[in-house]
């Protein structure tokens, strides 16, 4: 909308108004903006010719909510993903003063999810922890969509060694997906390492992603309650006593 207002502005004088408001860099980057917008206009509007890359354009430009514009999205099918992958990479759509506002890679990630697009897992995954919160809560939510594979990359991602950022991105994962005995056994496993004990952090992701402690589980849970830092150990006498 800002984009639309200050093109209009610009259409009525019959002049480019960002020289007078800007200048240097802030000027060319406006300039870029309109750029761009006026070539996902353009592709938009010849839909027929190349159908791919105008439903990317329709995309970053949609104003629907995120998850309207990925269902409306979707249904090119597969033959989408490469493009939508390419738009996540693209670092200017996450400048909201640039077309889409700043939101297109979290639509695009939606879109990746509801194709269950299983090339795009890791890149999906390597999102989670980037301080986007849209498209990170986008690609978390894209993970859980594209199910099975998605889970067993998180698990095996849950117990690699050593302990990296993906450990943690994993248990952020693990949170969204269904809390049955696989999972929390992986996740007590983890709780059992002393490295993960000794790393606040990971350990609180950890414990937040145990919805419900089964009763064949509580003995080990328990078990690491005075072996966790007192913040952890807070979070797990919370979920004990909801049990």
């Known amino acids: 909308r800002r984009i639309n207002t200050l093109m209009q502005l610009e259409e009525s004088l019959g002049q ?4 007078y408001l800007l200048q240097g860099a802030d000027a060319e980057k406006v300039a870029q903006s309109i750029r761009l917008y006026n070539a996902l206009r ?4 010849n839909k027929d010719k190349v159908p791919l890359v105008a439903a990317i354009g329709e995309l970053i430009l949609s104003e629907d909510e995120p998850e309207l514009a990925a269902e409306h999205a979707a249904r090119l099918g597969p033959e989408l993903i490469p493009y939508l992958i390419q738009l996540i990479r693209t670092a200017v759509l996450y400048d909201p003063l640039f077309p889409g506002y700043g939101l297109s890679p979290a639509k695009a990630c939606l879109t990746l999810g509801k194709l269950k697009a299983k090339e795009a897992i890791k890149l999906l995954f390597g999102i989670i922890g980037t301080e986007n919160f849209d498209t990170e809560s986008a690609a978390v939510q894209a993970l859980t969509l594209i199910g099975e594979p998605a889970r067993a990359f998180c698990l095996s991602q849950l117990a690699a ?23 929390v056994n992986a996740l007590i496993t983890q709780l059992e390492d002393k490295d993960v004990q000794k790393n606040e952090s990971l350990a609180t992701y950890m414990v937040l992603a145990i919805a419900k402690i089964p009763a064949h589980f509580k003995a080990r849970f328990k078990h690491l309650l005075p072996l ?11 979920i004990l006593k909801s049990c």
């Open 42 to 45: 353009e592709q938009v509007e």
């Open 161 to 183: 060694r050593p302990i990296t950022k993906n450990n943690e991105r994993a248990a952020i994962v693990a949170s969204s997906l269904d809390c049955d005995d696989e999972l």
């Open 16 to 19: 480019n108004l960002a020289p």
């Open 228 to 238: 966790v830092p007192e913040s952890v150990r807070h979070e797990m006498t919370t």
